[in-house]
């Protein structure tokens, strides 16, 4: 039988690590490098060492982190939906994109520099790909 955690009961920086170490599992399934993941996550090259390598316990994350990481489960939530095939799954943001706001770009090169705005954007098309509104 699966145990199923209630993030309730759950300590925050409890929370937060299991949030982190799933957004960096996202990221690597992306085919992101350690630079991308630092700067999608906005970590430290030690923060993210540390929450991928060690035995830590816990993390501590800010809101901006949070919110960052929400988009990352929420397209990657998306991306399932759209397709059953894990290729496309994983592939779909390393991907050339002939969409108007993508122009042929894939949508990792528009997140992969970590500016926020552009994490929003890329997250509002893929969510329109699932039926989302976009707006």
Same mark, same amino acid.
């Given at each position: 039988?699966? /145990? ?8 925050? &920086? $409890? @929370? $937060?690590? #299991?949030? #982190?170490?799933?957004a960096m599992n996202i990221?690597? /399934? ?5 630079? !991308? !993941? ?6 430290? @090259? =030690?923060?993210?060492? /540390? %929450?991928?390598?060690?035995?830590? !316990? ?5 809101? $901006?982190?949070l919110t960052r990481i929400?988009y990352l489960l929420n397209?990657?939530?998306?991306? @399932? #939906? ?7 799954? %994983? &592939? +779909? ?14 949508? *990792?090169?528009? #997140?992969?520099? &970590?500016? +926020?705005?552009? *994490?929003?954007?890329? =997250? /509002?098309?893929? $969510?329109?790909? @699932?039926? &989302?509104?976009?707006?």
């Amino acid at each position: 039988m699966t /145990k199923h955690l209630n993030p309730a009961s759950l300590a925050r &920086g $409890d @929370r $937060d690590l #299991i949030a #982190i170490r799933a957004a960096m599992n996202i990221l690597d /399934k992306w085919g992101c490098n350690n630079e !991308q !993941q630092q700067n999608i996550l906005q970590l430290s @090259r =030690a923060a993210l060492y /540390k %929450y991928r390598h060690s035995d830590t !316990q816990s993390a501590s994350l800010s809101h $901006d982190q949070l919110t960052r990481i929400s988009y990352l489960l929420n397209m990657h939530s998306a991306l @399932r #939906i759209v397709f059953s095939n894990p290729e496309n799954v %994983y &592939g +779909f943001m390393a991907m050339a994109n002939h969409n108007a706001y993508f122009n042929g770009a894939t949508p *990792l090169s528009f #997140i992969e520099g &970590g500016e +926020f705005g552009n *994490l929003h954007e890329v =997250a /509002k098309r893929v $969510d329109v790909l @699932r039926g &989302g509104l976009a707006g």
